[in-house]
């Protein structure tokens, strides 16, 4: 079975703080996703990387990087956390371009 | 510019009856692929179909069905004889061939009651 994890399931970080959220899949998947989720808006790309050392940006990537140095691994990073990037944070990743793609159980990020 | 619009909040049924959870998509690429998943309470997101925008035959899985339709842009799925533990948010997607941005919708939270 793919197996995507998530660093964390639970994370309070302070205002300026910096934070990473990683994510490790263990199957070869070129494609990796990061997402939040919030009540009423779905799931929304922050950002996703197709290969090491690419990334491209989502539809949200404003206050976020990422990091690819390898493969399985994607890392999720907030510059200088602030309250309105607390949220449910998704990891996905899959095979190749039109693969279903794997959740990882999701890292909750509180922000006080 | 790609989008997904699921323009049902909530439903609710009675165990038994049938559901209908509709996805609409827009995109300008020729080649793209529908995807929907199922996030039960637990909260880990569940695939459940995938469909390319070359194959447009409607597809059946136990109680579960899909309807692709590129007319309407539209991949909308049913549920049969809906049961309690289809109770979930049902999210549709889309990914362009073109870019491998998979976007998703708002999703479709389904609660059935006994």
């Known amino acids: 079975d793919v197996k995507v994890t998530q660093s964390s399931r639970y994370l309070v970080k302070r205002t300026g703080e910096k934070v990473f959220l990683e994510c490790v899949q263990d199957?070869?998947?070129?494609?990796m996703f990061w997402y939040r989720q919030d009540p009423g808006l779905g799931l929304r790309l922050i950002y996703f990387s197709y290969d090491v050392k690419m990334k491209e940006k989502g539809d949200i990537p404003e206050g976020y990087s990422v990091s690819r140095e390898k493969k399985e691994r994607f890392s999720l990073i907030l510059e200088s956390a602030s309250t309105n990037q607390t949220s449910m944070y998704l990891c996905?990743?899959?095979?190749?371009?039109?693969?279903?793609?794997?959740f990882g159980q999701g890292t909750r990020l509180t922000v006080v | 510019a790609q989008k997904v619009t699921q323009a049902q909040t909530e439903i609710s049924v009675v165990e038994k009856e049938d559901v209908t959870l509709d996805c609409v998509y827009e995109t300008r690429d020729t080649t793209y692929y529908l995807f929907w998943y199922k996030q039960p309470p637990s909260g880990e997101l569940v695939f459940l179909i995938r469909?390319?925008?070359?194959?447009?035959q409607n597809e059946i899985s136990g109680r579960y069905s899909w309807n692709f339709q590129k007319s309407t842009s539209s991949f909308n799925f049913t549920i049969t004889a809906s049961q309690v533990v289809d109770s979930a948010v049902y999210f549709c997607a889309l990914l362009s061939y073109n870019t491998d941005k998979l976007i998703f919708g708002t999703g479709t939270r389904l609660q059935v009651f006994p």
């Open positions: 996905a990743s899959s095979l190749a371009t039109g693969a279903e793609a794997f």
């Open positions: 469909r390319n925008s070359f194959d447009e």
């Open positions: 199957m070869d998947h070129e494609n």
